[in-house]
């Protein structure tokens, strides 16, 4: 079948191939004993920058490497076929949602400090949003960050904070007007052994388990005015910016999770045995994985126009949402059908299904919900 990869030109299927040596080479071999530990190291970081890919789409002033959103994209969606979505989690969130905002938001001295760092992996960012109280309602955030001279002092919490545990800072979203609403909002970015600031504990999660997923704490924190990013009160304007490139990456690697998964489901069902034969060859499996393949490539291509819109510079709050939507719930319904393809075995550790299919459940969750996927689709319909 077509691999669905006309979007991309000779060049980014050379760095496909340069990503996927990566995965083979550093993360796969080690994945059991990641999950095992529900962590992995620093210096993975370290190999990741080398390769040069948290810089995909920075200025090379800082250096990154312009190469673009289509680079990344692959980078995306390889990193998810490491059958740890905790490891690609760690990773991806270095190249986009603890990287983005300081991109498209921060001044050159703000780049410097933190961006140009963070490319190098000199420095590892998290991106806190979600309170215990508040998930995808991004208005009703209650932490507060009150101007005092130079600085904000800021009170709060986040919750579910990947990189949280490790960040040398995390970029958060901060109440500077609470009388306003969503349009009090503003984005500060806070340093790792700044007093007041420190992690609460780290998070125990159904999948996503090599991930550092932690809860943060602010109490009576210091963080000197210049560490704004933009604006003052624009933090919710800078918040869904950032929300659409995330939404498309959790896509992507939707994509290549399920791609993998399509994969190990055949061969499975090749080498395994039934009744004298391979279970391929009964017309009910071969019908399943059909349908499969299907689903798969209906939410790569729904994945990539959505792609093709943003690199293009387009708003696409809609067909971002759809491919969003669509991609992380096929991505669940491939893993639940691969499990059953695989049957007892599918349950047992040593198999790499049972971690994709408790990794895949987090899509339809994590960067705005499907529920808020529909909320954004119904208001492109005019409802």
């Not at 932690?214 to 950032?242: T, W, Y």
Request: aromatic share 10%.
């Amino acid at each position: 079948m077509s691999s669905g990869f006309a979007t991309f030109t000779e060049e980014h299927e050379a760095f496909r191939r340069t990503v996927r040596a990566f995965v083979e080479r550093e993360i796969l071999p080690n994945v059991n004993a990641w999950e095992e530990a529900e962590a992995f190291p620093r210096e993975l970081y370290d190999k990741a920058a080398e390769q040069g890919f948290f810089g995909l789409k920075y200025d090379e002033k800082f250096g990154g490497s312009n190469a673009g959103y289509f680079y990344e994209a692959v980078l995306h969606e390889e990193l998810s076929k490491c059958r740890s979505g905790g490891v690609a989690a760690g990773l991806g969130a270095q190249a986009t949602i603890a990287t983005g905002p300081l991109h498209l938001f921060g001044n050159d001295e703000l780049k410097q400090r933190f961006l140009a760092p963070a490319i190098r992996a000199e420095k590892i960012g998290a991106f806190g949003v979600t309170e215990p109280g508040a998930g995808s309602d991004v208005a009703g955030l209650q932490t507060t960050a009150k101007r005092d001279g130079d600085f904000y002092v800021v009170n709060g919490s986040k919750t579910y904070i990947t990189n949280g545990v490790v960040a040398d800072y995390v970029i958060a979203a901060v109440k500077t007007d609470p009388s306003r609403g969503h349009k009090g909002l503003s984005m500060l970015v806070i340093e790792k052994g700044t007093p007041g600031f420190g992690v609460s504990k780290k998070l125990k999660k159904l999948g996503w388990r090599a991930s550092d997923t932690a809860e943060l704490f602010f109490d009576d924190c210091r963080v000197p005015v210049k560490n704004l990013l933009g604006v003052e009160n624009d933090g919710f304007a800078q918040v869904m910016g950032n929300f659409v490139w995330e939404r498309i990456t959790l896509a992507l690697g939707s994509v290549g999770a399920a791609q993998d998964i399509l994969e190990l489901a055949q061969k499975y069902v090749t080498e395994r045995q039934a009744f004298g034969q391979p279970v391929a060859k009964f017309q009910v499996v071969k019908h399943e994985l059909a349908e499969m393949a299907t689903e798969l490539e209906a939410a790569r291509q729904l994945t990539y126009h959505a792609l093709r819109l943003h690199a293009a510079g387009e708003w696409a709050l809609g067909p971002t949402a759809m491919a969003k939507k669509y991609a992380t719930e096929m991505c669940c319904r491939l893993a639940d059908r691969a499990l059953q393809l695989h049957g007892g075995a599918g349950y047992m550790m040593e198999y790499d299904i049972q971690r994709h299919w408790r990794d895949a459940r987090l899509g339809p969750i994590g960067g705005g919900t499907s529920e808020i996927m529909n909320e954004i689709i119904a208001r492109q319909l005019g409802l």
